[in-house]
Antibody, heavy 115, light 110 residues
Framework: EVQLVESGGALVQPGGSLRLSCAASGFTFSSSWMTWVRQAPGKGLEWVANIKQDGSEKYYVDSVKGRFTISRDNAKNSLYLQMNSLRAEDTAVYYC????????WGQGTLVTVSS | QSVLTQPPSTSGTPGQRVTISCSGSSSNIGGNSVYWYQQLPGTAPKLLIYRDNQRPSGVPDRFSGSKSGTSASLAISGLRSEDEADYYCATWDDSLSGWVFGGGTKLTVL
């Protein structure tokens, strides 16, 4: 059974940092592009970042460039999102997704940026 | 404002056929595959259609996708109450060097 389990979401003050993790199992993680997608409360889906199988290519949405860093550890079947200089508008549920066409999704982890 | 344009809402009655449109440009839909996701209330998105018109295993053939030029469509036939959800289209945008989603369409089954 394929599982993606996100963790690390929390309440953080503006300007703060947070590291999200996504533990994968049930599929060949090392062969899959991986992605972070977020959803602000009551809003639609927004792609945040993705990373190639070997980590050699990374792409980010403009609003997080220079503040967020996506990374992965294929030995641990894990995906990460380091988030710095957090803003109120980063408040959202963060999903990790992978597999062909993003066929696999986690349950999401809530990040709240507020003072 | 989303790069891909979807109608905010649509509705239908059980058994009916509904379509959801997704309009883009040559830098996204016009040159790349389109994906469709279904998000039931309070749950994570689920892949419905990949590569414009392919269904993952387990997705009923009531769901179908198509693309023409810079627009794509998701059709749902034999509408059922459990189809009530938000639907999103997505694709890669060459100009932005990133993935883009449509704003989402809320489907109500009357």
């Amino acid at each position: 059974e394929v599982q993606l389990v996100e963790s690390g979401g929390a309440l953080v003050q503006p300007g703060g940092s947070l590291r999200l993790s996504c533990a994968a199992s049930g599929f060949t993680f090392s062969s899959s592009w991986m992605t972070w997608v977020r959803q602000a409360p009551g809003k639609g889906l927004e792609w945040v970042a993705n990373i190639k199988q070997d980590g050699s290519e990374k792409y980010y949405v403009d609003s997080v460039k220079g503040r967020f860093t996506i990374s992965r550890d294929n030995a641990k079947n894990s995906l990460y999102l380091q988030m710095n200089s957090l803003r109120a508008e980063d408040t959202a549920v963060y999903y990790c997704a992978g597999g062909s066409g993003w066929g696999y999704w986690g349950q999401g982890t809530l990040v709240t940026v507020s003072s | 404002q989303s790069v891909l344009t979807q109608p905010p809402s649509t509705s239908g009655t059980p058994g009916q056929r509904v379509t959801i449109s997704c309009s883009g440009s040559s830098s996204n839909i016009g040159g790349n595959s389109v994906y469709w996701y279904q998000q039931l209330p309070g749950t994570a998105p689920k892949l419905l259609i990949y590569r414009d018109n392919q269904r993952p295993s387990g997705v009923p053939d009531r769901f179908s996708g198509s693309k023409s030029g810079t627009s794509a469509s998701l059709a749902i036939s034999g509408l059922r109450s459990e189809d009530e959800a938000d639907y999103y289209c997505a694709t890669w945008d060459d100009s932005l060097s990133g993935w883009v989603f449509g704003g989402g369409t809320k489907l109500t089954v009357l």
